[in-house]
């Protein structure tokens, strides 16, 4: 016998429903439990008697915050865990009848006679990447904004303001001494000085990230063929490594592209074939890292003669920069996968050549490149 179950998963309770093969009314069931130590233990307690006849427990739960920690419990208690793909599934999220207990009905049926689309789960190792990697990233929104502040202050006084003017300590120090030096400015040089001291202290714990960060990777075999690539820095491999995680996951670049959010939308119906914007699927600060990456790149001198360097300025002439470098970055990350697939190191020969544009003549080729 197997039962498959479906949980509607909360942070405060869970819904579950149960049915089997044979369909015994008895066991074809809803009942609800805490999302507590007890709560956990009375479910699994009732996994287990399924388990002692011999059936097979198949259970069906949406990707939330705490799936994971509740899939590793029912892993434990003999379940067979199938992560459903909430992008993918929209069964429940289109119902007419959206409550706890319909959900977890569809679940099970789904579980029972269709194929979900599953959610692939992280480890702990990359989660603790992943949470580093925000944490640093709000630290420097903080920062910025701070700096912006500062900004803001030093025009509405007329005087004079760069933007790179904050990015050093001896910056930072020049702009409170240019206060502190004119008595008409006492109380904005007091609020410059807090808004300093708070920029330095983003900065250490930015710094304390960043150091740990390099620890956690330094004997990442992903990172470490990441940063082969001409224009890569540290961040960007941290990034690509913790979102990425496991290449073989994607049957080719394609697949992987697709996954950072850089395929176009397609609409094919009947003759009519319309290509929109990029779908924006996927983590945001992948699809960033892969922006960053291919930006990286264009600022190294010596990847003018490179293939992609060439296509991007042939297509910001007729498409502009927006999108020229989306699809920059979209061939960034099939570079990657195919780097990451073939374990190996980024090979600059491999980039060079000329660039053909399609359905271009041989004789307008020297107008373009």
């Not at 307690?45 to 011999?54: A, Q």
């Not at 977890?104 to 702990?124: N, R």
């Not at 990359?126 to 500062?150: D, F, H, M, P, Y």
């Not at 697709?258 to 992948?286: M, Q, W, Y």
């Amino acid at each position: 016998m197997t039962f498959y179950i479906g949980v509607d998963l909360h942070k405060t309770q869970f819904t579950v429903h149960a049915r089997t093969e044979e369909m015994i009314e008895s066991l074809n069931e809803i009942k609800m439990y805490s999302t507590t130590e007890a709560g956990y233990a009375e479910f699994t307690k009732r996994i287990r008697l399924y388990k002692e006849t011999g059936a097979v427990v198949k259970l069906a739960v949406e990707s939330t915050g705490n799936t994971k920690h509740f899939k590793n419990l029912m892993e434990k208690a003999g379940a067979e865990v199938t992560v459903v793909n909430t992008v993918k599934f929209k069964v429940i999220n289109e119902s007419v009848s959206k409550t706890d207990k319909h959900d977890a009905a569809t679940l099970s049926e789904f579980l029972k006679y269709y194929k979900l689309p599953e959610s692939y789960l992280c480890s702990k190792e990359t989660e603790n990447l992943r949470r580093l990697i925000k944490s640093r990233e709000r630290l420097v929104r903080a920062q910025v904004g701070q700096k912006n502040e500062i900004h803001a202050l030093l025009v509405s006084m007329g005087l004079a303001d760069e933007a790179r003017s904050l990015q050093s300590k001896k910056g930072r120090q020049k702009v409170l001494d240019t206060l502190e030096s004119n008595n008409d400015y006492v109380l904005e040089a007091q609020s410059v000085k807090l808004m300093l001291e708070i920029i330095d202290t983003f900065a250490q714990k930015i710094k304390i990230i960043e150091k740990q960060l390099e620890e956690l990777t330094k004997d990442d075999e992903m990172v470490k063929r990441l940063l082969t690539i001409r224009g890569c820095g540290k961040i960007t491999a941290w990034i690509i490594r913790a979102y990425t995680e496991d290449i073989s996951r994607f049957a080719n670049s394609k697949k992987y592209a697709a996954f950072c959010g850089l395929v176009p939308k397609v609409k094919d119906s009947n003759e009519t074939v319309h290509h929109g914007s990029i779908t924006r699927h996927g983590p945001v600060e992948l699809r960033t890292a892969f922006v960053q990456l291919f930006m990286g790149m264009r600022r190294c001198k010596d990847t003018k003669s490179w293939r992609m360097m060439q296509r991007y300025e042939y297509m910001k002439k007729n498409k502009g920069s927006g999108k020229s470098i989306i699809s920059g970055a979209r061939k960034t990350a099939e570079i990657v996968w195919a780097l990451l697939t073939a374990k190996t190191e980024f090979d600059s020969a491999k980039m060079t050549g000329v660039y053909k544009p399609m359905n271009l003549p041989e004789q307008a080729l020297s107008a373009v490149i």
